[in-house]
């Protein structure tokens, strides 16, 4: 929240009656903010550098200054006093929000944004019961901002997040306003639309429904969204987002704030490539091969079953997928390590990268997995061939792995065929055993991101028929394996159990903790055990 | 043809007025290239020539297309977006194709009590069209302004970039069936 504190110094005011010291640079209604005020912005954005003070719903009462302030633009000062909500604060307000509304359509009941506009918020607030207006209300239509992206003019408010976004953070200037005055409007050049891949967060600084996602238009109410915080898995930056479901579909993903990986932003492709995994076939049931035909067995038949032919696996190998979780892939080495199988591979989409300009560490990489660095943590190498080799008469197993490039009748003769997955492709359809598991949005766990950075995702969609997370299933089938007639190591059944066998397992996670990873994630080799490693063998020195 | 240039302005601004032509290229020509140069000479950025450069392009074309923003916007090396923000802020650059001859009818408060209104009327009825509108021949384009100035001579009527003053409504065909003649 607050920019670097070069100085020791902090700076002391009372904003509503409560005392704060904060750095001397803080605007004042960033210092509101940390004593629990809410002040009413809409020019004001914390991720948009400039503070264009255009708005003036943001005003305050200082005492000992002649006018009302912009808390936006005023920057903290020794003894201020504040008030936010004094009464002549109020009414200024109450006038902006009046004359908001004067063209404002009130179009709420079809309108997307319902329920999370914060036009609605403060008119609420100010609580406007009747329109003074008798004047018809000016109508200005819609446009097309972008291919994905439409422009209600007549709900817009003319704040500027969006065309500043695209100046400052994006540093593309094509999103302009247009005429002046109660005329003015967002457009683009004529004839052109925005294909900047990061235009997708001028709709989430929209403050009103001005800007909407035609993918989303009409298909939720806000309140009816469940919301989940979770990290893209679009590529190996990230981002932190929220997945909005909606009667067990995703319906949208939006940017989650995190200095340290995508500050407000999300890409484009990060928005829209997982709004896919809401289709294609899913095996909803544990599938064994039993006469040449794959037949739905209950889980303990299944993983019994799988135990017993794995027992008897020579040798093989193994595929994986960066999109399993660490836990995943930490289970399936450890389950090859015990049937002997060595090595491992991944193939990762690769696609075209894109950089913000405006914070530069959120870039579309080109590696379009979230968890590359976790695979390769654990011990899985990159596949870069064009075309898998089939196993033929060996043994093989794969993670998560779709196997979609392959061809028909790929592992068909392999000795045994495991699949853990969550698609049934042709070449999936091939396996002995095809044991169901979840993708990431249907479980708990976590991604290590191009970084190291271990970031946690929770549970968003409820699993596909039997699905259960391949940590799960796989560390059951360890366990079964391990069982020398004493039942064998009891198996975690929570994702932070998992995580915690596996950080005590690998010395590169050292010092990490489910809790602390909490929301914001964790860097490899920051924590404070992690250090202390990597200092012990200069004590001999 | 020679134009009379108010010698308050010719000082100043030796370059201000193009020949009305609107094939004429904007910058690929001699005379393009002396203005934009003479233009981005008196300015120390190239966004502050943006202003006097989507003017030439109102006075050489009659209007300010989208071809033209984008060369403006090349020429200044900014977005033809940003172009198009400020073309689109000033009323004063026509963003539709005008008539040879752009009539400005002026109906602020001392014209409209002189009876700006009958003589913008009868303007519209002469050309055989509606304000904003270009007649059929390309010859009129018919507007109302707001205050020209010349409060003094009402009513003020601006036909491109001569005055007529205490213009009435008998006096407009005299007016329009002169225009043709000098092609002012």
Redesign the interface.
């Known amino acids: 929240m607050y920019r670097n504190v070069k100085t020791a110094e902090l700076v002391s005011l009372k904003i509503d009656g409560t005392e704060i010291s904060v750095p001397p640079d803080t605007s004042v209604i960033e210092a509101a903010e940390a004593v629990g005020v809410l002040v009413p912005r809409y020019c004001y954005h914390p991720g948009i550098p400039t503070r264009p003070a255009q708005c003036r719903v943001c005003l305050v009462e200082i005492e000992g200054q002649p006018k009302l302030q912009p808390s936006c633009k005023m920057s903290v000062q020794e003894g201020m006093v504040v008030h936010t909500a004094s009464e002549e604060a109020r009414s200024a307000r109450r006038s902006v929000i009046e004359l908001l509304l004067v063209n404002h359509p009130l179009d709420c009941p079809i309108c997307d944004a319902a329920g999370q506009c914060m036009l609605q918020d403060y008119a609420f607030e100010t609580h406007q019961l009747a329109s003074r207006l008798n004047e018809e209300k000016l109508v200005m239509g819609r446009d097309r901002i972008a291919d994905d992206i439409l422009y209600f003019a007549d709900r817009c408010i003319i704040c500027t997040r969006c065309v500043r976004f695209m100046r400052e953070v994006a540093e593309?200037?094509?999103?302009?306003?247009?005429?002046?005055g109660y005329r003015a409007y967002i457009?683009?050049?004529?004839?052109?639309v925005l294909d900047n891949p990061f235009r997708g967060n001028i709709v989430d600084v929209c403050p009103v429904g001005a800007l909407v996602h035609e993918d989303f238009l009409f298909k939720a109410r806000f309140w009816d969204l469940d919301q989940t915080a979770s990290v893209c898995p679009g590529c190996s930056t990230g981002c932190n987002v929220t997945i909005d479901t909606k009667e067990n579909q995703i319906v949208r993903l939006k940017p989650r704030h995190n200095s340290e990986v995508n500050s407000y932003w999300m890409c484009d492709h990060g928005r829209k490539h997982l709004i896919m995994s809401n289709r294609g076939l899913r095996p909803e049931a544990p599938l064994l091969r039993r006469n040449g035909k794959l037949v739905p067995t209950g889980w303990g038949d299944a993983l019994t079953w799988v135990a017993e032919r794995l027992r008897e696996v020579p040798s093989g190998m193994a595929i994986v997928s960066p999109h399993a979780a660490n836990e995943s892939l930490f289970y399936f080495r450890r389950l090859l390590d015990r049937i002997g199988i060595a090595g491992g591979t991944f193939r990762v989409e690769r696609g075209e990268e894109a950089i913000l300009s405006g914070f530069p560490k959120l870039q579309l990489r080109a590696d379009r997995a979230p968890n590359a660095s976790g695979a390769e943590l654990h011990g899985f190498e990159r596949f870069d061939g064009s075309a898998r080799s089939d196993p033929e008469g060996d043994a093989v197993a794969v993670l998560e792995d779709p196997l979609a490039e392959l061809p028909e009748e790929w592992g068909r003769q392999a000795s045994f065929f495991l699949y853990v997955g969550n698609r049934l492709s042709s070449a999936a359809r091939n396996a002995h055993a095809i044991l169901p598991v979840t993708t990431f949005a249907e479980m708990e766990g976590t991604f290590t991101n191009f970084e190291g950075r271990v970031q946690r995702f929770h549970q968003a969609l409820q699993p596909a028929g039997l699905a259960r997370p391949a940590w799960l299933v796989l560390a059951r089938l360890v366990s079964l394996l391990e069982d020398d007639g004493d039942g064998g190591a009891a198996a975690p059944t929570l994702a932070s159990e998992a995580f915690q066998v596996m950080v005590g397992d690998t010395p590169a996670m050292a010092g990490l903790e489910w809790a602390s990873v909490g929301l914001k994630g964790a860097r490899l080799g920051s924590t404070e055990a992690a250090v202390l490693q990597a200092q012990a063998p200069v004590e001999g020195a | 043809m020679s134009r009379r240039i108010h010698p308050s302005v010719a000082g100043a601004q030796p370059f201000q007025l193009a020949e009305r032509d609107p094939e004429a290229p904007l910058f690929e020509s001699a005379e393009g290239q002396e203005r934009l140069q003479a233009v981005l000479s008196r300015y120390p950025t190239k966004r502050a020539a943006l202003l006097p450069l989507l003017g030439y392009a109102n006075e050489l074309h009659g209007w300010v297309s989208t071809q033209d923003m984008e060369s403006i916007a090349e020429r200044l090396e900014l977005t033809p977006a940003y172009v198009w923000s400020v073309a689109s802020f000033y009323t004063m650059y026509n963003k539709h194709p005008t008539g040879r001859h752009f009539i400005q009818v002026c109906t602020n408060i001392s014209c409209h009590l002189n009876g700006a209104q009958r003589v913008l009327e009868r303007f519209l009825e002469e050309t055989g069209t509606r304000p904003g509108e270009t007649s059929e021949d390309g010859r009129h384009t018919v507007i109302e302004a707001e205050c020209l100035g010349a409060c003094g001579f009402a009513t003020a009527v601006q036909i491109n970039d001569e005055y007529h003053e205490n213009v009435t409504p008998e006096r407009v065909p005299q007016i329009l069936a002169g225009l043709d003649g000098n092609g002012s």
């Open positions: 593309d200037d094509a999103l302009i306003v247009a005429q002046r457009d683009t050049f004529p004839g052109r």
